[in-house]
């Protein structure tokens, strides 16, 4: 079963135009080292090819101005380790978990929302240009999204593997950024805008205004680690292991951060761990919960942190105009509510949750794209 169902499905449904599921297979990072000609530059420039790029823990999302988004998809590549050549990426790499000869290996290339290994995400990027029309000619401008927590390490890595995958000019905007442009925040006007970006593998909280950020907190987790909690739960009180994507079902169908699905249970199927043989349990919403209680008192006392943090003038925009929770946890049941109790402020979740970053980045791209406009009729 897919791990990213809940998700993909919805996120899938949300793209204007599904995307393709064969991709092109062979991407010699090498060639992308290749400067563009003196004599071709002008034509390269009238390819130019803008594309917005969130790449998360768990999903990667690719958009361009004029096509939207055109990549929702699982951050997995499978490549052919004999010959370095990209096999499948997305959810085209999930299918291939535990089905792959010995040479054909699934990488998940990023964590906590940095990438742990550079090469791959620089392939995975590559592919993606691929999909979004990138050619080799093309002068593509890209605008990444890039955790605020990210050291500078982590950002130098991320513009390198996108100028090594072909990238000509690469701007990384901070994903809470990204977020409060998405959702159509004032981010420019001299007024407190919040934020929460619960992910996969980071959690952000920001006040943003007059362009940048103000105070922000952040904790390298998410959703992620609320379901290796669940799986120990399930190794330690059940004695069996399932599948991570039984893991994640078991996560949206059960979880409450109010416990308020107390009483409700799903049986699926597991190995025994002793005995390794298949076998049938039933799952309580309480395992569940309990289970992801330490990652969400951990990420509501971020949030408290950031509001704390902020300067009173800002905390009054904050409490008269509330706070919106983007990122996939976003639509773990009651955290809303969780949020808005701890911290006294109005909450709401954005629709989509999971594509507010993206949308932001694209906005980016639609601003940027106008402005080269300027330049270039400035430019005679
Ligand atoms: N209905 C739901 N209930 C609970 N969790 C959910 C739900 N839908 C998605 N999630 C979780 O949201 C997470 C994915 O969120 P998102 O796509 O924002 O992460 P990401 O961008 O890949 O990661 P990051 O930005 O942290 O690197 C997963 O852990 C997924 O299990
Ligand atoms: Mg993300």
Same mark, same amino acid.
């Given at each position: 079963m897919d791990p990213g169902t809940a998700l993909s499905r919805r996120s899938r449904a949300a793209a204007p135009a599904p995307p393709p599921r064969?991709?092109?297979?062979?991407?010699? +990072?090498?060639?992308?080292?290749e400067r563009p000609l003196a004599g071709i530059a002008l034509t390269s420039l009238l390819m130019a090819v803008d594309v917005a790029l969130d790449i998360g823990t768990s999903h990667t999302r690719l958009a361009t101005s004029?096509?939207? #988004?055109l990549f929702d998809e699982p951050t997995m590549v499978a490549i052919d380790?004999?010959?370095? +050549? #990209? +096999?499948e990426v997305g959810h085209g790499a999930l299918d291939l978990v535990g089905r792959t000869s010995r040479h054909v290996i699934v990488f998940r290339p990023f964590n906590q929302g940095a990438t742990v290994d550079f090469d791959v995400t620089s392939r995975l990027i590559a592919s993606l240009f691929d999909r979004a029309g990138v050619s080799k000619m093309s002068r593509a401008r890209v605008v990444m999204s890039v955790p605020s927590l990210a050291t500078a390490i982590e950002r130098r890595a991320l513009r390198q593997a996108a100028i090594q995958a072909g990238a000509r000019e690469v701007s990384l905007v901070e994903a809470p950024l990204a977020a409060a442009i998405g959702l159509g925040l004032?981010?420019?006007?001299p007024v407190g805008s919040a934020v929460a970006l619960l992910g996969a593998g980071a959690s952000e909280a920001a006040v943003i205004s007059l362009g940048g950020i103000v105070t922000g907190a952040t904790r390298r987790l998410g959703g992620n680690d609320v379901d290796a909690a669940i799986a120990t739960s399930l190794r330690l009180h059940l004695g069996v292991v399932v599948a991570p994507s039984v893991v994640e079902m078991l996560k949206c169908t059960l979880g409450s951060a109010l416990g308020r699905t107390a009483g409700l249970s799903e049986v699926v199927l597991a190995r025994s761990v002793d005995r390794g043989e298949l076998v049938e349990v039933e799952v309580s919403a309480e395992l569940v919960n309990s289970a992801a209680y330490d990652v969400l008192n951990s990420t509501v006392r971020m949030i408290q942190e950031c509001l704390s943090d902020t300067p009173p003038d800002l905390s009054q925009d904050v409490s008269a105009r509330g706070m919106t929770l983007v990122g996939g946890?976003?639509?773990?049941?009651?955290v809303d509510e969780l949020v808005a109790t701890a911290t006294g402020v109005e909450v709401n979740v954005a629709n989509q949750a999971d594509l507010v970053v993206i949308q932001g980045l694209q906005a980016c791209l639609e601003e940027m794209a106008s402005l080269h406009a300027l330049f270039r009729s400035a430019d005679r």
């Amino acid at each position: 079963m897919d791990p990213g169902t809940a998700l993909s499905r919805r996120s899938r449904a949300a793209a204007p135009a599904p995307p393709p599921r064969s991709i092109p297979t062979s991407h010699p +990072v090498q060639a992308s080292y290749e400067r563009p000609l003196a004599g071709i530059a002008l034509t390269s420039l009238l390819m130019a090819v803008d594309v917005a790029l969130d790449i998360g823990t768990s999903h990667t999302r690719l958009a361009t101005s004029q096509r939207g #988004v055109l990549f929702d998809e699982p951050t997995m590549v499978a490549i052919d380790t004999n010959t370095g +050549v #990209v +096999v499948e990426v997305g959810h085209g790499a999930l299918d291939l978990v535990g089905r792959t000869s010995r040479h054909v290996i699934v990488f998940r290339p990023f964590n906590q929302g940095a990438t742990v290994d550079f090469d791959v995400t620089s392939r995975l990027i590559a592919s993606l240009f691929d999909r979004a029309g990138v050619s080799k000619m093309s002068r593509a401008r890209v605008v990444m999204s890039v955790p605020s927590l990210a050291t500078a390490i982590e950002r130098r890595a991320l513009r390198q593997a996108a100028i090594q995958a072909g990238a000509r000019e690469v701007s990384l905007v901070e994903a809470p950024l990204a977020a409060a442009i998405g959702l159509g925040l004032p981010v420019q006007d001299p007024v407190g805008s919040a934020v929460a970006l619960l992910g996969a593998g980071a959690s952000e909280a920001a006040v943003i205004s007059l362009g940048g950020i103000v105070t922000g907190a952040t904790r390298r987790l998410g959703g992620n680690d609320v379901d290796a909690a669940i799986a120990t739960s399930l190794r330690l009180h059940l004695g069996v292991v399932v599948a991570p994507s039984v893991v994640e079902m078991l996560k949206c169908t059960l979880g409450s951060a109010l416990g308020r699905t107390a009483g409700l249970s799903e049986v699926v199927l597991a190995r025994s761990v002793d005995r390794g043989e298949l076998v049938e349990v039933e799952v309580s919403a309480e395992l569940v919960n309990s289970a992801a209680y330490d990652v969400l008192n951990s990420t509501v006392r971020m949030i408290q942190e950031c509001l704390s943090d902020t300067p009173p003038d800002l905390s009054q925009d904050v409490s008269a105009r509330g706070m919106t929770l983007v990122g996939g946890q976003a639509n773990l049941r009651d955290v809303d509510e969780l949020v808005a109790t701890a911290t006294g402020v109005e909450v709401n979740v954005a629709n989509q949750a999971d594509l507010v970053v993206i949308q932001g980045l694209q906005a980016c791209l639609e601003e940027m794209a106008s402005l080269h406009a300027l330049f270039r009729s400035a430019d005679r």
